[in-house]
C-alpha cells in the first residue's frame, strides 16, 4: 500500500509571522520559494566579492536614479518571497505600504550564481516570469557570462540572451546607463 503524503505550503504572511514568532531565526539563510522554506546555500568568497562590486558600481552608475538594495527581501507573489542578491528598485515604491518591494517596484533582479546556478534559473527565474519582473541578470561566475532575461509572459522570459566578457549591457528600464561586462564579473 502506497502512504500518501502532502506538503503544507506556506503563505508568505505565515513565513513572516514564523519569523516574528522566533521559529526561523532573523539571520538564517532561507527563502519562500512557491510556499517551500528553502535554505539558501552559503555565500563564498569569489560570491561574496562580485555581489559588492556590482552594488558598488551600481549604487555609483546609477545615483538618484534608482535605489539598489543588497540582499533584501522582495516579495513575488503569495507563495514566495526572494532574497536576491541584488535589487535595483524605483526611486519612490509603486507599492505604497507593502512590506517589501513587490514586481512593480523592480526594475532588475541580480543574481550572482556560483553554486547556485540551478537554483537561479530552474526553481527562482520561473517565479521572477510568473511574477512580472521585467528583466533579470543571472551573473554566471563559472561561465564568466551574464544571462540577460527581458520580456516576461506566461511564466518564461521572451527576451533571452547571454553577454559575455568585453560586451556591454544596459538595464532596460534605464538604458542610458551602459555598464560593461568585465565590470560586473570582476
Same mark, same amino acid.
Not at 569569489?46 to 562590486?53: E, L, N, T
Not at 534605464?174 to 564579473?185: C, K, R, S, Y
Given at each position: 500500500?502506497?502512504?500518501?503524503?502532502?506538503?503544507?505550503?506556506?503563505?508568505v504572511?505565515?513565513?513572516? /509571522?514564523?519569523?516574528? +514568532?522566533? &521559529?526561523l !531565526? @532573523?539571520?538564517?539563510?532561507?527563502?519562500? #520559494?512557491?510556499?517551500? $522554506?528553502?535554505?539558501?546555500?552559503?555565500?563564498?568568497?569569489?560570491?561574496?566579492?562580485?555581489?559588492?562590486g556590482?552594488?558598488?558600481?551600481?549604487?555609483t552608475?546609477?545615483?538618484?536614479?534608482?535605489?539598489?538594495?543588497?540582499?533584501?527581501?522582495?516579495?513575488?507573489?503569495?507563495?514566495?518571497?526572494?532574497?536576491p542578491?541584488?535589487?535595483?528598485? /524605483?526611486?519612490?515604491? +509603486?507599492? &505604497?505600504? !507593502? @512590506?517589501?518591494?513587490g514586481?512593480?517596484? #523592480?526594475?532588475?533582479? $541580480?543574481?550572482?550564481?556560483?553554486?547556485?546556478l540551478?537554483?537561479?534559473?530552474?526553481?527562482?527565474l520561473p517565479?521572477?516570469a510568473r511574477?512580472?519582473?521585467?528583466?533579470?541578470?543571472?551573473?554566471?561566475?563559472?561561465?564568466g557570462?551574464?544571462?540577460?532575461?527581458r520580456?516576461?509572459?506566461?511564466g518564461?522570459?521572451?527576451d533571452?540572451?547571454?553577454?559575455?566578457?568585453?560586451?556591454?549591457?544596459?538595464?532596460?528600464?534605464?538604458p542610458?546607463?551602459?555598464?560593461?561586462t568585465d565590470?560586473?564579473?570582476?
Amino acid at each position: 500500500m502506497a502512504i500518501r503524503t502532502e506538503r503544507r505550503l506556506f503563505t508568505v504572511q505565515e513565513y513572516h /509571522r514564523m519569523g516574528e +514568532a522566533g &521559529v526561523l !531565526a @532573523e539571520d538564517e539563510r532561507v527563502e519562500l #520559494i512557491e510556499g517551500e $522554506i528553502v535554505t539558501m546555500p552559503p555565500i563564498g568568497e569569489g560570491h561574496a566579492r562580485s555581489v559588492d562590486g556590482a552594488a558598488e558600481l551600481l549604487i555609483t552608475r546609477l545615483g538618484q536614479r534608482a535605489r539598489v538594495r543588497i540582499q533584501g527581501p522582495v516579495d513575488v507573489g503569495q507563495r514566495s518571497e526572494f532574497q536576491p542578491d541584488l535589487a535595483v528598485l /524605483r526611486r519612490e515604491p +509603486a507599492c &505604497v505600504g !507593502a @512590506e517589501h518591494p513587490g514586481p512593480d517596484d #523592480i526594475l532588475l533582479i $541580480i543574481e550572482v550564481a556560483d553554486t547556485s546556478l540551478e537554483r537561479d534559473r530552474g526553481l527562482k527565474l520561473p517565479v521572477y516570469a510568473r511574477a512580472g519582473v521585467g528583466e533579470v541578470w543571472i551573473v554566471n561566475l563559472r561561465a564568466g557570462l551574464i544571462e540577460v532575461y527581458r520580456q516576461p509572459g506566461g511564466g518564461a522570459y521572451r527576451d533571452v540572451s547571454t553577454v559575455g566578457r568585453g560586451e556591454r549591457l544596459t538595464i532596460s528600464a534605464i538604458p542610458d546607463v551602459g555598464f560593461a561586462t568585465d565590470e560586473i564579473l570582476g
